[in-house]
């Protein structure tokens, strides 16, 4: 028999993990807290969490936040306008969310925040006019003045893209947990949004101590001095290109370095030009960290205090080959966009391959030239080779064991990770709101989803990866049998299943298992049932 029209046989279970977390983190009485200071006719629990589970399992436009929710096995009812209020109501209580489930997230996985990472990222809009700005009045706080700058502005954007942006600050603990999220005008100097996001976890986070641990771009001297007082310290790389002459010269000396890991009252130094005098001594010294530092003195105008920060630089020949090979890489392509010609050869930013180009358009007698000549410019890459292998942070830890600051320095990656994952695994961009209420809490949609995604990460054995974890989670649909009130799995059983159903304490993945009993599961997740078994 054919099946009837517009009965959908196929649900997806692949959000029950995520509807655990949600009830771990106490959702449902965040949003009831919430419901009770509004006059609103839709449930605030039921679209908060499938906000949440479709950034995850389904990301798309709000638009079709009521079809996609319909794919999964428990799918109430709502429409689309009550999702638009939703996130207007959302965005209402916008900080007070983020320090509920930052204090819930702290009895459902094990947080460290005494070492804190910072950085910004933009999302873009497929529109072309940009937000206009209110005129700033004379003792604007940072939040009013926020309020009155456009939210949606032509900037620098990091994909390149040729359309309006809003910036996103993220605020992330040493285990890779999000802490917190400040979102901005496109346009805004990063370096204003740190001391912003850093007060708001000082109220009401429990947060008080902490060292914070930045890139070169959010090392303003005010953000450091922020972060010399009451407590606080400071992590920051430093660009050795921008340096004086003097700590330049320093920083690339090759004599007086000490390799991580020996005992430093040794005293013993080496001259990195001779790590690779032999083949014994390169595979010796190849995975190995030399580091060199000295006292930086300055002062606090403002409290009269002394100011002082350490220059921490190290050398890798690992790192080294790297930055090589992703130079010569760079090179490579500038040389192919040379020999194609024809189009007009325009640097985009200063990592692009560009840089690698010069032009020459003047004929040998000095004469204007019909044509521009396109070359690799030598010079630039020699002045760009001298800094390979080199990497340098300032810090005001003055107790702090060296090898102590490397391990802080080298867990910056997980930001960036993190970032990318809500590019491109969760398509957080671009944005198809308008209003800025909507924009904001959408963003902080994102940034849940983020913190869901990560604790179920900790949840389960460290051997996946991001991609094989959510595509597992997309996949795992279960089918109704014919005129029965069972259902049939219809995803493969993998470790990676198992290992989630270990998680839960139950399985999907039984051969038949019935309405009732597919209720019975979705109830553990929630807390209502003692059953811990199939």
């Not at 950085?119 to 940009?130: G, L, S, W």
């Amino acid at each position: 028999m054919r099946i009837p029209k517009g009965v959908r046989n196929s649900f997806n279970v692949g959000y029950l993990p995520l509807q655990k977390i949600y009830y771990d983190l106490k959702f449902p009485s965040i949003c009831k807290s919430i419901s009770k200071q509004h006059n609103f006719d839709f449930d605030l629990d039921v679209i908060f969490s499938r906000l949440i589970y479709s950034q995850i399992l389904f990301p798309g436009s709000k638009l079709r936040i009521t079809e996609l929710s319909k794919k999964l096995f428990e799918h109430p009812d709502f429409e689309y306008h009550q999702v638009l209020r939703a996130l207007s109501v959302i965005y209402d209580h916008f900080d007070d969310i983020q320090r509920s489930v930052y204090r819930n997230s702290c009895n459902v996985v094990d947080r460290k925040s005494g070492v804190v990472f910072y950085d910004c990222t933009n999302y873009y809009f497929e529109i072309e006019q940009e937000d206009e700005d209110l005129p700033p009045g004379d003792h604007d706080s940072f939040e009013e003045m926020e309020e009155k700058k456009g939210l949606r502005k032509y900037a620098k954007s990091k994909q390149h893209q040729p359309a309006p942006v809003v910036q996103v600050g993220l605020l992330m603990d040493l285990t890779g947990l999000p802490i917190a999220i400040i979102v901005t005008s496109g346009s805004r100097n990063e370096q204003m949004t740190m001391v912003p996001i850093e007060k708001k976890i000082l109220q009401g986070y429990g947060i008080q101590d902490f060292i914070i641990c930045t890139d070169s771009g959010l090392s303003s001297e005010e953000n450091r001095k922020f972060n010399n007082f009451a407590g606080r310290a400071f992590i920051t790389t430093v660009s050795i290109k921008k340096m004086s002459a003097k700590d330049t010269e320093w920083c690339l000396s090759p004599a007086g370095w000490f390799m991580e890991g020996e005992d430093i009252s040794l005293n013993r130094q080496y001259d990195i030009t001779k790590l690779e005098d032999s083949e014994e001594d390169r595979e010796k010294y190849y995975d190995k960290i030399f580091y060199k530092e000295k006292y930086i003195e300055s002062y606090d105008e403002m409290r009269d205090i002394s100011f002082n920060q350490t220059l921490l630089v190290t050398f890798s020949l690992k790192y080294r080959d790297y930055t090589m090979r992703v130079r010569n890489a760079q090179v490579e392509r500038a040389r192919r966009a040379i020999a194609q010609g024809g189009t007009k050869i325009e640097r985009k930013n200063q990592n692009d391959f560009r840089r690698f180009v010069k032009s020459k358009s003047t004929t040998a007698k000095g004469e204007e030239a019909s044509k521009v000549q396109y070359m690799i410019n030598e010079d630039a890459i020699a002045e760009e080779a001298k800094y390979d292998g080199f990497y340098a942070t300032m810090h005001n830890l003055d107790e702090a064991e060296t090898s102590d600051i490397l391990k802080i320095t080298k867990g910056r990656w997980e930001i960036e990770e993190s970032f990318r994952i809500t590019k491109t695994e969760m398509r957080a961009r671009p944005i198809y709101l308008a209003r800025r209420d909507r924009i904001r809490a959408h963003l902080l949609v994102v940034f849940i989803a983020l913190l869901f995604y990560r604790i179920l990460e900790r949840k389960l054995p460290n051997q996946y990866t991001d991609q094989q974890i959510l595509e597992c989670l997309r996949e795992m649909d279960i089918a109704k049998y014919p005129n029965e009130d069972s259902y049939l799995p219809a995803y493969t059983r993998t470790d990676l299943t198992d290992d989630i159903h270990q998680y839960l304490g139950f399985y999907t993945d039984y051969e038949r298992m019935t309405d009732w009993r597919m209720r019975g599961n979705c109830r553990i997740t929630k807390g209502t049932s003692k059953r811990k078994k199939n």
